[in-house]
């Protein structure tokens, strides 16, 4: 098979959108295999630039006046809400793993949200 057989001819159009009855081989580089992987890492990278920046609030977790009650009370070392009068009173605050605590890593507004795409890709 010759090379130009592998390579189909394209009609040229002019400005006008007329056929000015040459045709071209069509270049040898659109006879190159798709590859499926950087196709989907580009659309991937392409649908993270419509996204909108989120986070928790600073305070979350932290709004209450806990303290730790130390050692030698056979209990968790975690902060605990002061006072009494309450089913509150006495509970974990300020840790992830407490209930009303601050989450683990906060998400910040400052994450990278969008990715730079080349134009070629």
């Known amino acids: 098979m010759s090379l130009a057989a592998a390579r189909p001819l394209i009609s040229v159009y002019d400005d006008k959108n ?6 071209v081989c069509l270049p040898a580089v659109f006879r190159a295999p798709v590859r499926p992987d ?3 890492t580009i659309h991937n990278d ?3 630039n419509r996204r ?18 130390g050692t030698g009370r056979a209990v968790a070392r975690i902060p605990r809400v002061r006072g009494g009068g309450t ?3 006495g509970q974990g605050a300020f840790g992830n793993m407490c209930r009303g605590g ?20």
């Open 46 to 48: 392409i649908a993270k």
């Open 18 to 23: 007329a056929s000015t009855g040459t045709s």
């Open 52 to 69: 909108q920046p989120y986070c928790v609030n600073v305070d979350a977790g932290h709004q209450t006046s806990a303290e730790s009650w």
């Open 87 to 89: 089913h509150r009173s």
């Open 38 to 40: 950087i196709v989907a």
């Open 102 to 121: 601050r989450m683990f890593a906060p998400t910040k507004t400052w994450r990278r949200w969008h990715r730079k795409i080349n134009v070629a890709q």
